[in-house]
């Protein structure tokens, strides 16, 4: 994004020029700029057109204006179609506020983009409510042939409308790849669960669960998941155990390199001071370790010796270096809150999700609240 600043002795902005011809010259190029801007007017139909539709105009001039000085709008027809759908007039706004370059959307491109999305939902409804949530994604209508090629493709593969529709919202630029590159993907995940011992009947569930756990796995390089696995093999790890590794990583499996998990397992072996078949049971325990990069393993480790834990705890429970330091300090404070000593019992209390610790400091507290004994009982008092 080009960034204006005031020029003064030599200076635009964040940057610095070595003389004050070159300060003179970007000046004029900025006020250029900004006369230019200034001279340009919003269509005033448009305009006008959001405002009868209660969308907040002043937003869009805040956050997208040029989407107002486009000489052709279709404020009243996108509406419209939206109306059609069951879309109520209030979310009408919301959506138009939210995404207003819908409006630059010829009607019958989006005619087009209602009978592909109607494919794989149920009712108009159920698109009118995709719609409310993922505006970007449905209001996106570049490479409409490839698309509708990628949804066929994907249908072929018997992936349910369920998995497809997930990543038509989430990952609309999977749609705007060619089916013959999306293939390539595809079947580089088959192929690699297949050497692993995967079962050919059981791959159609597990490639649908691969990408509703991470839609945008297709956009990465096809041959990225063999290079990952070749890595791993390299540390010893037999098919079989690479086959749990892979269901545990889910779909961080392409989210990770060789070159960080080559520096991440060094660090490991070397910090928590653990043999090849020991660090082959601590990534088993949390895969998620190969993921972070070996300064961010530094700098947690670092903090929870800090806190007065020993390398030997935090090997018995890994989980807790994919915690960042200042969660884990929350954490211990509100353990101890709770009458919990932390450093003498084990740190599995600390790893987790926060909905994880939540429940975990929730039972602590009822126990704590717990009377010694419970006073409706009868007494069993001899005479």
């Known amino acids: 994004m080009f960034r204006l600043g005031l020029l003064y002795s030599g200076r635009c902005g964040e940057h610095w020029f070595p003389s004050a011809q070159c300060s003179q010259g970007m000046y004029r190029s900025c006020l250029q700029f900004t006369v230019s801007s200034a001279q340009r007017k919003e269509n005033g139909q448009t305009v006008e057109s959001l405002k009868q539709l209660s969308v907040d105009v002043a937003r869009i001039r805040q956050l997208k204006s040029w989407v107002l000085f486009a000489n052709e709008a279709y404020v009243y027809e996108t509406a419209n179609i939206l109306k059609e759908m069951g879309v109520e007039g209030k979310k009408v706004a919301v959506i138009l506020e939210r995404y207003p370059e819908a409006v630059l959307c010829k009607p019958a491109e989006i005619r087009a983009q209602q009978e592909l999305w109607g494919r794989l939902c149920t009712n108009e409804k159920e698109l009118a409510r995709i719609i409310e949530r993922f505006p970007e994604s449905f209001f996106t209508i570049k490479n409409h042939k490839n698309r509708q090629d990628n949804i ?11 998995i497809i529709n997930r990543l038509l919202v989430s990952s609309p630029q999977t749609f705007c790849s060619s089916v013959d590159q999306n293939r390539a993907v595809v079947e580089n995940l088959q192929k690699s669960y297949l050497q692993l011992g995967g079962n050919q009947a ?18 990465k390089p096809p041959n990225l998941v063999c290079e990952n696995l070749n890595f791993l093999r390299s540390l010893g790890f037999s098919n079989a155990e690479l086959l749990k590794l892979f269901s545990k990583l889910k779909g961080l499996i392409t989210e990770l390199s060789p070159n960080i998990m080559e520096k991440s397992t060094a660090f490991c072996r070397q910090s928590l001071q653990c043999s090849d078949e020991g660090l082959k049971i601590i990534l088993m325990s949390c895969p998620a370790l190969l993921y972070f990069s070996a300064p961010v393993l530094e ?35 509100r353990l101890v809150s709770l009458g919990y000593d932390v450093k003498r019992d084990s740190l599995e209390l600390l790893k987790g999700t926060k909905k994880d610790f939540e429940v975990s400091c929730g039972k602590m507290n009822q126990r704590k609240e717990r009377p010694l004994f419970n006073p409706v009982a009868p007494l069993n008092i001899e005479d």
């Open 202 to 219: 059981n791959m159609r569930i597990w490639l649908m669960k691969l990408l509703s756990q991470n839609p945008f796995i297709l956009l």
């Open 299 to 333: 700098e947690r480790l670092t903090a929870m010796l800090r806190e007065g834990f020993s390398v030997e705890q935090v090997k018995a429970s890994p989980a807790v270096l994919e915690l960042s330091p200042q969660i884990v300090h929350h954490r211990i404070k």
């Open 152 to 162: 066929k493709y994907f249908q072929a593969l018997n992936l349910n409308n369920r």
